[in-house]
């Protein structure tokens, strides 16, 4: 697997997604994926709030997120939130690289995916082609950022290994790939998270366990890609009485 890092000029509010694509992302190859970070998405899709308007970033953040679970204090500057089935700090509402402005999540970053693969892969006249847009992810107990896909098409999510035997021939239960993360990881690791400047990557000669499709992804899949906090192995500690938010997030398509 190749991962290709392509600089772009600082964006600005408002530009179109679809010719900065055509702008710098000038050839594509079969059964490639390009991976484009959310806060580009958002700049473009004007999802900005100008710093001077907000008294109180607390504010800003229990409007966006669909849950909060605790609030900044003398530990931590960052507050714990839910939103579109993501644990994430402060509802993914970023203030680096943006100069005057906070940047808001894409409304439907799954929309905004199937549009960019669609532009794609007519312009470069291709059968099997992936999107992902990708944003910066916490794991708990572990220092540091990863990657995470909130938006994709053109392939299978996960691969599942369920019913398959390991070395000892022994049937697998419950494990799959997530296929989005991973490579939302290996993007987000060469993109970088400072000055670099380079928030669109593409990926070439992806693992055989990539499944192209010829198609947006379903309803179905989408929910797939989740699980329900009482099926969670982190549920236990995320569970509160009443809480509704925990029960029935809300996914953007």
Not at 4 to 22: A, C, G, M, N, V
Not at 39 to 63: R, Y
Request: glycine share 6%; aromatic share 6%.
């Amino acid at each position: 697997m190749l991962v290709k890092t392509i600089k772009t000029h600082k964006i600005q509010p408002k530009e179109s997604i679809f010719d900065l694509l055509d702008t710098y992302v000038t050839k594509l190859s079969d059964q490639s994926i390009v991976a484009i970070a959310s806060k580009i998405i958002g700049i473009c899709e004007n999802q900005l709030v100008q710093k001077s308007e907000v008294k109180n970033k607390m504010t800003l953040i229990k409007k966006e997120a669909d849950y909060c679970f605790a609030t900044p204090n003398k530990l931590t500057t960052f507050c714990l939130t839910l939103k579109n089935y993501r644990l994430i700090p402060n509802a993914g509402i970023d203030e680096s690289n943006c100069n005057n402005f906070y940047v808001l999540l894409p409304k439907k970053p799954q929309l905004s995916a199937k549009k960019i693969w669609l532009h794609l892969r007519k312009k470069h006249h291709l059968k099997n082609l992936g999107v992902i847009i990708t944003d910066g992810s916490i794991t708990p107990l572990r220092a540091g950022v990863t990657g995470i896909a909130i938006g994709w098409c053109g392939f299978k999510p996960t691969y599942n290994y369920i019913g398959k035997k390991d070395i000892y021939g022994h049937p697998l239960k419950v494990t799959q790939i997530n296929l989005l993360d991973c490579l939302a990881t290996a993007a987000t690791l060469n993109m970088g998270e400072g000055k670099e400047q380079t928030p669109i990557a593409i990926i070439s000669q992806p693992p055989t366990k990539i499944t192209f499709q010829n198609r947006a992804p379903t309803k179905k899949e989408k929910k797939e890609t989740c699980i329900a906090p009482e099926k969670d192995l982190f549920g236990i500690i995320l569970r509160k009485k009443g809480n509704r938010a925990l029960s029935k997030p809300s996914i953007l398509i």
